[in-house]
């Protein structure tokens, strides 16, 4: 049975994620995409997502949790 790997990195809050900074995603569907954060919404249940826009114009979204701020 494969262990799950786990890291000491604390989730990202919304004083960590702002609009506008560089981020990288380091988990989830998007994994390895890097670019800027655009938007911040808190859902109902607290969850964080942001909206990234890539280099390219790409946008997509993902939980604040899942990126790591540059």
């Given at each position: 049975?494969a262990r799950k790997e786990t890291t000491n990195k604390a989730?990202?809050?919304?004083?960590?994620?702002?609009?506008?900074?560089?981020?990288?995603?380091?988990?989830?569907?998007h994994k390895g995409k890097s670019g800027i954060v655009r938007?911040?919404?808190?859902?109902?249940?607290?969850?964080?997502?942001?909206?990234?826009?890539?280099?390219?114009?790409?946008?997509?979204?993902?939980?604040?949790?899942?990126?790591?701020?540059?």
């Amino acid at each position: 049975m494969a262990r799950k790997e786990t890291t000491n990195k604390a989730p990202n809050t919304p004083a960590s994620v702002k609009d506008g900074a560089k981020c990288k995603v380091i988990g989830g569907t998007h994994k390895g995409k890097s670019g800027i954060v655009r938007d911040i919404n808190t859902s109902k249940t607290g969850q964080i997502t942001i909206t990234v826009v890539q280099a390219d114009g790409v946008r997509f979204k993902t939980l604040a949790r899942n990126v790591a701020v540059d």
